[in-house]
């Protein structure tokens, strides 16, 4: 079973990536941010809670985030997929520490983190084009700069998790879809 996670600031291609990378592989994509606006649009009490962090920009609290994916991956048990590849989580250390015991739970481990890398600016302007075209609430000037120093201030450190386990990989995330994408895909082949 292969596990793999993508990351990078928000607006740099996790989503358009994990895609590609899911029809190659066979992969299951976990979004938590998917599976959190579901919960929003059902207008469960979790989606409710979540909601209250999201519009301002601010992460989800950890333990609601892990347990999510707990169920998510309890799901997954009996799938005909050749793994997952986990897309928004972890967004912080102890998410990263709590993945790896989950996945230690279920006699797995996380193969590589795939660290996309993009420019602030590109990363801005491709957020402000996604808002206007998809819709999205939280893809505003304000915000996204909001999220990008949640990003750089508590994200960065799971890279540097990963980095000391050996399992990072970065990934020059500019240029077209097609040339990212060939750059991740050479990296999981000569890892896996």
Sequence with gaps: MINLIICGAPGCGKGTQSDLIVRKYNLTHISTGDLLR??????????KVA??????GQLVPDQMIIDILANKL????????????????????????ALEKLFSE???????LLDLQVDEDELIARLLKRGKTSGRSDDNLETIKKRLDVYYNQTKPVSDYYQSLGKYAGIYGM????????RISNTIDAKL
């Design 74 to 97: 309890n799901s997954l048990q009996n799938s005909n997929t050749n793994g997952i590849i986990l897309d928004g989580f972890p967004r912080t250390l102890a998410q990263a520490e």
């Design 51 to 56: 909601y209250q962090y999201i519009s301002k």
């Design 106 to 112: 279920r006699n797995t481990q996380t193969d590589i």
């Design 175 to 182: 240029g077209t879809i097609d040339e990212i994408f060939g």
């Design 38 to 47: 579901k919960e929003i649009a059902a207008n469960t009490e979790l989606g």
